[in-house]
């Protein structure tokens, strides 16, 4: 959407910069305080001067920003635009279902500049049926309308407004936190999360939204200072197994394409409702967070050792307190939570930059029966809970176009877990090499895991090299290999083709590799392109070939087709398009 339409750098607000995830709260606050003492910034030469902010960093941004009335380019943010997305696949499938073997989703937003936005998602998984409750070729519909950053008079700003589908992130995400979390990757930056907001939701995913109303008030002070109030309340049905009116289960992978399934469809009402307010300065900020939620039945999961911290009945909810300060050229942050059974959780961690090196860490400590099915923090289990951990993350760019990651997590569960009827603890390292000239990339990766329950441990390296061979070819190898605990070992290859691209309107992407993954502990995954919207990520277990052709083609600047074939066998089609 930025491409489209830039933020003015010149209006933008602290939230704004936050969002574009590519600046530090330092460059930010710079940013700030250079426009308050000196007025508009005119250009990139101009924003180059700024503290905290070099060349690469300036290039790295230019896409997304514009500089206002004063640079003399147009208001590219004003007008109207329309994307519209079809894709399906069909293959050949053995296993009956109660619809046909083929999926679907349409998916359309319409926007008016960075204000306004209005978008439907509607998406039928492979076997459901073609009707359901009346709406053709669509099993799930996802809806939202929503605006951002209107004023009201001269009180306060509406910052976010959702009806229908949306996310709710709040501080470090131990209360409430959806969509997708760079927390537990490999990036130096991403181990701080940046709520809070409310966001429409324009995914596929069945389960992970909240539906009704929700909205932040923004009330700006004096010296880029705010306070600020989020409002959001959800009403909706959710999937679920029943047995004698309790549920058993819940159902997240929205599928509905056997009778067992289709009994459990939207069988559980679940609502959800919160607060948090904000206060922002220019180098902390603080926020006080509250979210309750329950269902229209009783919990009747079975109760066992693993799982009897993890059960409440009725209303539950979760209240926390975070913070962000900048100290000098570090950022410090964290959140500290209680669910209302009086469990606790906490996180807190550093962003800074030593020499060349830009560092993070992070600790947390989450008891075995803190409750919060909708949060979102940094956890190597599925709940945030029964765990203490730290994690640490550095990266330094050379010249040359050369890039050193390297990082660490240890983590001990003091209970025991599904499957493991003890404490235990687990531990990870790595260390990735990136390098990229003007002819060709390569980089490199190795990494360890280790878990203390039974002594088990995996040792791999991974990597890709690829170039460019002429205007209209490029050429990719990946490779990885794996030893589990020394007795077991898995292998994959393949080579990549990409013929066109560019200023051409075709392009082919073709792939093949050959895996040898005998035990499931040595499986592995190869990325490989796919439709819009779409990550794909192949298994590979056992001993085999992987392959696929995907080719797509611009019918002039706002129209492309795509089509996509491969082993399983199975049969994709795209087609994307955008009117202004």
Known sequence: NLLAAPLDINRA????????????????????????????????????????FDKSTVDLIRPFVRFGSGSGLPDVGKGSRSDLLVKGWWKKDAQEYVGPSFYTQVKYKWQWGEKLQAGFTL???????????????????????????????????????????????????????????????????????????????????????????????????????????????????????????????LLTDGLHNTESLLAGRKSLGEVVY??????????????????????????GKKVQDYNKWQIYQGQWGNFSADFVALVGRSRVFGEAAMDYGGSGAAVAGICSRWGEWDLS????????????????????????????????????????????????????????????????SAAKLWGRWDKATDAFSWNVKMYGNWNSWKQQYKLGIKGALGGAVSGYLQLKLRYEGVVWCMDKAGFGAGAEAIIGGGNSRARLVLRCAYYNCRDWNTR?????????????????????????????????????FYLKGDDIPRVKMGLKMRFF
């Open 13 to 52: 607000t602290a939230e704004q910069l936050e969002e574009l995830l590519l600046l530090t709260d330092f460059q930010i606050a710079s940013l700030l305080e250079y426009r308050s003492s000196s007025g508009n910034v005119l250009s990139a030469a101009e924003l180059q001067l700024i503290n905290g």
């Open 274 to 299: 919160g607060t948090s307010v904000q206060y922002r300065g220019a180098k902390m900020r603080l926020g006080i967070n509250w979210a309750g939620y329950g269902y229209d039945a009783l919990c």
């Open 524 to 560: 592995l995954y190869m990325y490989e392109y796919d439709l819009p919207s779409s990550f794909s990520s192949t298994l590979m277990y056992g001993e085999g070939l992987k392959y696929y052709a995907l080719f797509s083609y611009k019918f002039g600047r706002n129209i492309a």
């Open 361 to 424: 860490g992070t600790i947390r400590n989450y008891s075995r029966s803190y409750i919060a099915p909708y949060a979102g923090a940094y956890s190597t289990i599925s709940s945030c809970s029964n765990q203490a951990g730290v994690s640490v993350r550095g990266a330094r760019s050379f010249a040359r176009g050369g890039k050193l990651t390297v990082g660490g997590d240890y983590t001990y569960y003091p209970w025991e877990r599904y499957n493991i009827g003890a404490s235990s």
């Open 123 to 249: 998406e039928k998984d492979n076997g459901e049926e073609i009707l359901t409750k009346g709406v053709p070729l669509g099993d799930f519909l996802s809806f939202h309308l929503s605006a951002r950053e209107i004023p009201v008079r001269d009180i306060a700003v509406v910052s976010d407004i959702v009806l229908g589908d949306y996310l709710v992130k709040l501080g470090q995400g131990l209360v409430m936190w959806g969509g997708f979390s760079l927390s537990g990757g490999e990036d130096v930056q991403g181990a701080m999360k940046r709520g809070t907001r409310v966001a429409p939701y324009t995914s596929s995913d069945e389960n992970a939204f909240l539906r009704g109303g929700a909205a932040t008030v923004r009330r700006n002070l004096r010296g880029y200072r705010s306070v600020g109030l989020t409002l959001f309340f959800s009403l909706k049905d959710v999937d679920a197994r029943m047995k004698d009116g309790k549920y058993t289960s």
